[in-house]
């Protein structure tokens, strides 16, 4: 929920100064992707405890990623 509220703050200070301040805007723009970014590493973390490890069901890597499966589809 803490994740949840802090998005909604920024999102409207985003708002609030997207025309007379962007680059403020930009900034709480940022914040909300971080801080989303950092609830959904939270929930993945959760399920992962909950459903126990399983290779088969590991979500695919995102764009974070990309260089490793390059390099792993490199070398095998």
Do not use: F, N, W
């Not at 949840?4 to 930009?26: F, R």
């Amino acid at each position: 929920m803490g994740h949840g509220l802090a998005i909604k703050m920024q999102a409207d200070v985003a708002l609030h100064l997207l025309a007379t301040k962007p680059e403020q805007a930009e900034r709480a723009l940022t914040a909300i992707s971080r801080t989303s970014t950092e609830g959904l590493d939270e929930v993945r973390g959760t399920l992962a405890v909950v459903r126990g490890v399983d290779p088969d069901r590991a979500p695919t890597p995102g764009l974070a990623r990309l260089d490793d499966a390059y390099q792993s589809g490199l070398t095998s």
